[in-house]
């Protein structure tokens, strides 16, 4: 009688399932927390509970990750900017987008301040590329208050002389500062009556 040994395969390996949405929200809030350079591969992995190798395959590189966590910064914490655009006025727009600024760089369980100021501030040469990202990032925020503004003018909104540009500067440089303030320590309230100060130089109509 001829024995017959039946070997089983070992079923293949896959690799376990995860929810990237909820990854790339957790990798978004250590780029938040500790900055381009600041996030090694280690923390970013640990936090969106995969492999290196799933974090490739989803994500991409370190420098593709960041710029996806970016661009879910810019759709759920920051979405502020984008809502403040469609307030009527330019007047309500401003007060909008520094309200907005204060609640998302104060927010409750989030890091203080703003990943899009601080996330590459002092970046060497390996985080040049997210620099460069960010760099763009605000410059594109500026650009769509300067459209806005530019708009108020031509609806009689704002003064004929008012310089949108200027107004658009103006602004981006009070969020920046409260975000840098709110790394700091200071708290929503506090912030929110710098923006209050801020917007009584605001060009009368």
């Known amino acids: 009688m001829v024995r017959v040994e039946i070997t089983r395969k070992a079923p293949v390996g896959r690799p376990r399932g995860f929810d990237a949405d909820e990854a790339l929200e957790r990798a978004m809030l250590v780029f938040?927390?500790?900055?381009?350079?600041?996030?090694?591969?280690?923390?970013?992995?640990?936090?969106?509970?995969?492999?290196?190798t799933s974090m490739y395959a989803a994500f991409g590189n370190k420098e593709q990750l960041f710029r996806k966590a970016l661009e879910r910064y810019t759709e759920g914490p920051a979405s502020y900017a984008a809502r403040a655009m469609e307030q009527p006025s330019a007047k309500e727009v401003a007060t909008?987008?520094?309200a907005g600024s204060v609640r998302a760089t104060t927010r409750p369980g989030c890091p203080a301040g703003c990943l899009g100021v601080q996330g590459s501030l002092a970046a060497g040469e390996s985080g040049r590329a997210a620099q460069d990202a960010l760099i763009a990032w605000r410059d594109?925020?500026?650009l769509?208050?300067?459209?806005?503004?530019?708009?108020?003018?031509?609806?009689?909104d704002l003064p004929a002389d008012a310089d949108p540009d200027l107004l658009a500067r103006y602004l981006m440089t009070v969020a920046n500062g409260i975000a840098v303030q709110a790394a700091g320590g200071a708290t929503h309230s506090?912030?929110?009556?710098?923006?209050?100060?801020?917007?009584r130089n605001w060009p009368p109509v």
């Open 144 to 156: 769509r208050l300067r459209q806005r503004f530019q708009r108020a003018v031509d609806e009689g």
């Open 140 to 142: 594109d925020g500026r």
């Open 96 to 98: 909008a987008f520094l």
């Open 190 to 199: 506090e912030l929110q009556q710098v923006a209050d100060t801020a917007l």
């Open 32 to 52: 938040w927390e500790q900055g381009y350079e600041g996030a090694s591969l280690t923390d970013l992995t640990t936090a969106m509970g995969i492999t290196r």
